[in-house]
């Protein structure tokens, strides 16, 4: 029994000890931004929560009979996608509040009297900034994505909807290859149409296939339902015809009626059907299949949609050190002071103001106008730009 707190101590001191080799000034620093940190994410996900899921779910309960217990479920769910949109927020909140407070109190002009230089003063905010992009990063790969599917799903099964990706209207998708010429050789071109108006738990229906891979012999199958067999490798289409159309230069036409026809197209169609519409719903790896998916089907635009979400996946979490940056430097200015409800309303106005500008370089992304990289991108430079001007400035 008498070694219990012994080891409990020394415990704690290899816990503490990375905590204790940091610097006093950093210690005391991280120490005043802790507790306006944490203030400003429950503030913002209280606040981003409330406009984004809670009234849409009252008014489900009030109008569609949803269960109680069902709605907190959903909402429970939803909140890790919320506490991700307030890590940012809240960081550019906890910097400003904390080193205006510091400027205010004299406190930072004590450390300049005594030689310490505005950017050494910022490093523990950059630091935290750091801390807050990783965990950002870590919650919307990790998390968010499973949380939203299983939010969705659970909203879906409650009120008698399908879950997503099981129903879907206008599934098409194109299929590029090798087509063979008269002649005999091969030319790099569109090979199969794959059209159905609707996809319906696990079943393609009044589905149209094109199959151009032969320039001299087209097939063309039309069928009432169409289902993907895992055991054949092949689509099978039910209740349908099959036509046969010669080349540009022959006038034949052949058809004839199936009960069931077998067809090896591969089974990218089902996936293309069952791709998630919210970028935020799938993790990196799987928004680069879908996007493949999407640029294999011919829908470029779609595909160029999701490769600017992808890219913001990475540029996101980044703004965590934007706003760590830009509160700090702001907050550092000698005598600067701000009340907690002053703090909170300028981080307003800058957010408002950074994802203006960062709404509009993504538009121009999904229109093609700026490439993918720089659409996502460019608004983190620039506000890292900015917030090197404002610690120039604050360290005159």
């Known amino acids: 029994m008498s070694g219990t707190p012994l080891a409990l101590d020394r415990l704690q001191r290899q816990v503490l000890a990375p905590w204790r080799r940091l610097p006093l000034l950093d210690r005391w620093l991280l120490g005043e931004l802790f507790g306006p940190l944490v203030y400003g994410v429950a503030a913002f996900t209280a606040v981003s929560l409330s406009v984004g899921a809670v009234f849409e779910l009252v008014r489900r309960v009030a109008e569609s009979g949803l269960p109680l217990d069902v709605a907190l479920q959903v909402l429970l769910l939803e909140l890790p996608s919320f506490l991700v949109l307030s890590f940012p927020m809240a960081t550019l909140m906890a910097t400003l509040l904390t080193f205006s407070k510091l400027s205010g109190n004299s406190e930072l002009t004590a450390l300049r009297s005594v030689g310490v230089p505005t950017w050494r003063m910022v490093m523990a905010a950059?630091?935290?900034s750091l801390v807050m992009t990783l965990l950002t990063f870590g919650f919307n790969e990790a998390v968010v994505p499973r949380t939203l599917s299983q939010a969705e799903a659970t909203l879906s099964r409650a009120i008698g909807r399908a879950v997503a990706g099981e129903q879907k209207d206008n599934v098409l998708y194109s299929r590029y290859g090798r087509v063979e010429q008269p002649d005999g050789s091969t030319r790099r071109g569109l090979t199969h149409i794959f059209y159905a108006q609707r996809f319906n738990q696990g079943v393609m229906e009044d589905v149209t296939l094109v199959d151009m891979s032969r320039s001299a012999h087209?097939?063309?199958?039309?069928?009432k339902r169409a289902r993907w067999s895992d055991t054949e490798a092949q689509w099978e289409f039910l209740d349908g015809r099959?036509?046969?159309?010669?080349?540009a230069d022959s006038d034949a036409i052949t058809s004839a009626r199936f009960d069931r026809y077998l067809y090896p197209l591969g089974n990218q169609p089902m996936r293309v059907a069952k791709l998630p519409t919210d970028a935020n719903?799938?993790?990196?790896?799987?928004?680069?299949?879908?996007?493949?998916?999407?640029?294999?089907?011919?829908?470029?635009?779609?595909?160029?949609k999701l490769r600017v979400r992808i890219e913001e996946k990475f540029a996101f979490p980044a703004v965590c050190l934007v706003f760590g940056l830009i509160g700090s430097s702001l907050g550092a200015r000698p005598h600067s002071r701000r009340s907690r409800s002053q703090g909170f309303g300028l981080s307003v106005l800058l957010i408002f103001g950074y994802y203006l500008v960062a709404f509009s370089f993504s538009s121009l992304g999904v229109k093609g106008t700026l490439e993918p990289l720089f659409s996502a991108w460019l608004p983190v430079v620039i506000g890292l730009v900015t917030g090197f001007v404002l610690l120039r400035q604050a360290s005159r």
Request: net charge neutral; hydrophobic share 45%; glycine share 12%.
């Open 126 to 128: 950059v630091a935290l």
């Open 218 to 223: 087209r097939v063309m199958l039309t069928a």
């Open 242 to 247: 099959v036509f046969g159309i010669g080349g």
């Open 281 to 304: 719903e799938m993790t990196i790896g799987q928004a680069r299949t879908a996007e493949r998916l999407l640029r294999e089907s011919g829908d470029e635009q779609a595909a160029r």
